[in-house]
């Protein structure tokens, strides 16, 4: 772009007319091209591009000589001009334009003759079928023929000019069709050898090389001009824009290559992340080639690929670094490739001479670069023979397995019809069980609604305890004044009998007393009762003395009457005595029955009064009892207290629980609902669950029967 402006500047500033080149002469016998050289050219740059014919013939032009054919990169178009000298006696020449990326190519001839043509034209413009731009000459000998030449491209400008003797154009032409068919024709070759292998193996790359192979051959065919040739020519937009559209396609499924031959996720997310991101760039760069200045697309696509070789490189090594094998062929074919690449690319902007070697450099780099990575693919291919050999032994250690599966695959399937039939009881079973689930969940739902009508029946209940716990809390409080009461007059009532067993203690004291001195008694008129007896027993000696002294007396007479008074006073006396005697025992006797009676009657005091005691000390202990009994009682009647709070309070909860239950009863009825319909779902399932059972049942018989043939 810096040269065009110099050149520009050159051509702007140069005298007029002066500068007229020699005239090319054209001699005979020649088998080949008579290459115009640059010596010979003169070039003026119209930069507005609108420029006639008539009005560049007196424009100042710049002689090319030393600074070669490449004009660069220009938005307008670029004017030359050559003279020719005839020196043969045939006239009939043909003048070659070798270059076929002219938009617009106007060729005027000094003898009125004029073509119009370019790829922006119709095909049918070019007088000769050719990939670049062949005119007709004819000069006669001795004469000198001034051509010039208007150019117009989105892409570079090249004037490669040479003149061909017709039967040597032509045998040329035959030789490079043969080569450009060979070469085209073994690249096609491998491209349908690889998406063959991707119709076999199904690996993306295969089928992502076949498509930058196809973008390849169109790039290559767009720079070259045989895509014209094949039928593009006949659509200028297209073919004006296939040298863009090519190299987007190329650049965008060289990064998907790249992406699926590498593989740089497994070794760099790093490298995975720039590369995806240049895809992406070389996919936005397809919709540039359609704008009207597609020169710039052009320069998109050089400057996009120039910062890619970095990328693509760096992605190379680190793979080769890695250790991963195709890494490395993969390394030298794009160097190669990228060399021959960027060589070409030089040439665009004038900064390298278009001669032979640059011309064919990106085909030749092409060649090199299909066969390096045919060989990185057939290394491939021979990794992924190796690893077939390795599956294929698994294979067949699988295979043994297999048929010691199919052995169990028999058992399994006769298992399999045996549990298809009890699974089919099973289904039947189930479906008759989700049937009565449905029943007994309406059951249930009536159920719920008659225990959602009781439950709140009782709340209204636990209300009314509630009320009647408050009522019986009062009744309760009174209960426990009365008991206390009562308790109080327990412990008086204990406290009295207390005194009167203290009383009754001391009386039967008394008694015991008196029962021991009514038995000292007792005692005593036995001792008199004993007296009496013997007072009794001398009276009545005394009283037989006091007889047989008067019997004695009688016979003393009257010696013995003095004797007998005494006896009979001594009778007297014993008689009185003995009276005195029997009353005294009467009386002791007497005494001795009331000593008895008294002393019965003193034992039977002590008795009442012992039992009185016992009786009292039973009060006691009742009155005892009753006390303890009575606090108890005082104690139950708290604990009664409590309960009736508890209670009361119990049933205030139980009235809000019973009322959300009743909530949950009516949410619990509409569950209720929705199982009866999930069970009528489950039964429409168990039947499917029956259909896939015999269908299983029909799978199973077949496996079983495939087993027996096997």
């Keep these: 772009m810096r040269l065009s402006l110099w050149i520009c500047l050159a051509l702007s500033i140069a005298p007029c007319g002066l500068l007229q080149a020699n005239p090319l002469p054209l001699a005979s016998n020649l088998d080949g091209p008579v290459v115009v050289p640059d010596s010979a050219v003169d070039a003026w740059i119209d930069v507005g591009g609108e420029a006639t014919y008539p009005e560049v013939r007196n424009r100042p032009f710049t002689s090319l000589a030393g600074k070669g054919m490449s004009l660069g990169l220009h938005t307008g178009a670029v004017w030359i001009r050559f003279r020719l000298e005839g020196r043969i006696a045939d006239a009939r020449w043909l003048l070659s ?27 049918s413009t070019r007088p000769y079928a050719d990939p670049g731009f062949v005119v007709p000459v004819e000069i006669a000998q001795g004469q000198v023929l001034e051509v010039y030449v208007r150019a117009r491209s989105g892409d570079s400008i090249k004037f490669p000019v040479s003149l061909w003797k017709p ?13 450009a068919g060979l070469y085209y024709g073994g690249i096609l070759i491998i491209l349908l050898y690889n998406f063959l292998l991707w119709t076999s193996l ?9 498509a930058y192979l196809f973008s390849i051959i169109v790039f290559v065919a767009s720079l070259s001009g045989i895509i014209n040739l094949a039928g593009l020519g006949s659509v200028p937009y297209l073919s004006e824009r296939s040298v863009p559209i090519g190299m987007s396609f190329s650049l965008f499924f060289l990064n998907l ?43 998109a696509g050089m ?38 690449v960027i060589l070409f690319a030089c040439t665009v902007p004038g900064w390298l001479p278009s001669n032979m070697a640059t011309e064919m450099a990106i085909p030749v780099g092409l060649v090199i670069q299909v066969v390096l990575l045919s060989l990185g693919l057939a290394d491939r291919i021979r990794e992924l023979n190796d690893s077939l050999h390795k599956e294929q032994a698994d294979l067949e250690a699988s295979g043994q397995a297999l048929r010691q599966m199919l052995g169990d695959a028999s058992a399994t399937a006769a298992e399999l019809q045996d549990l298809s039939q009890k699974q089919s009881a099973l289904v039947d079973q189930l479906s008759n069980m989700s049937s009565d689930q449905a029943t007994a969940s309406e059951e249930v739902a009536a159920s719920i609604e008659s225990i959602a009508a009781v439950t ?10 509630s009320q009647a716990g408050v009522e019986m809390q009062r009744k309760v409080a009174n209960l426990r004044s009365a008991h206390e009461g009562l308790l109080n007059q327990a412990q008086s009532s204990t406290a009295s009998v207390e005194e009167m067993k203290e009383v009754f203690d001391q009386v039967q004291r008394n008694l015991s007393i008196l029962q021991n001195h009514i038995a000292e008694i007792e005692q005593g008129g036995q001792s008199i009762s004993g007296l009496v007896k ?5 009276t009545e000696k005394v009283n037989m003395l006091s007889l047989n002294a008067s019997i004695e007396a009688a016979r003393a007479g009257d010696l013995g009457r003095g004797f007998a008074v005494v006896a009979d006073e001594v009778g007297k006396l014993a008689e009185q005595t003995g009276g005195r005697s029997r009353e005294i025992s009467q009386r002791v006797d007497q005494m001795q029955r009331s000593i008895d009676a008294g002393s019965h009657s003193a034992a039977s005091t002590g008795e009442f009064v012992r039992r009185l005691a016992d009786d009292i000390e039973k009060v006691r202990r009742s009155l005892h009892t009753m006390g303890e009994s009575v606090e108890k009682q005082h104690s139950v009647v708290d604990e009664l207290d409590r309960h009736a709070g508890d209670l009361n309070e119990r049933s205030r909860e139980i009235a809000v629980e019973t009322a959300d239950q009743v909530v949950s009863m009516r949410e ?42 096997r």
């Design 97 to 123: 334009f070798s270059h076929p990326l002219f938009d617009e190519l106007d060729i005027y001839i000094g003898d009125g003759h004029e073509f119009h043509t370019g790829r922006g034209r119709p095909f």
């Design 167 to 179: 039967e040597a154009f032509y045998q040329s032409a035959s030789e490079l069709r043969l080569i």
């Design 202 to 210: 199904r690996e993306r790359v295969y089928l992502v090389y076949s």
């Design 257 to 299: 290559f790249v992406l699926d031959f590498l593989d740089p996720g497994r070794y760099s997310q790093r490298a995975l992340k720039i590369n995806r991101i240049f895809t992406f760039l070389c996919l936005a760069l397809l919709p540039t080639s359609f704008i009207p200045q597609y020169l710039w697309s052009v320069l």
């Design 303 to 340: 400057l996009l690929t120039v910062a890619y070789v970095p990328v693509l490189l760096w992605t190379a090594i680190k793979g080769v670094r890695h250790g991963f094998r195709p890494a490395r062929i993969f390394l030298i074919a794009w160097s190669v490739l990228l060399f021959s």
């Design 456 to 465: 709140d029946r009782i709340h209204g209940s636990m209300e009314s305890q």
């Design 534 to 538: 013997v007072i009794g027993d001398i």
């Design 668 to 709: 619990g009825k509409d569950t209720v609902h929705r199982i009866s319909e999930m069970a009528g779902t489950l039964n429409a399932t168990n039947q499917d669950l029956n259909d896939i059972s015999l269908r299983l049942r029909e799978r199973a018989e077949s496996l079983a029967e495939a087993m027996k043939s």
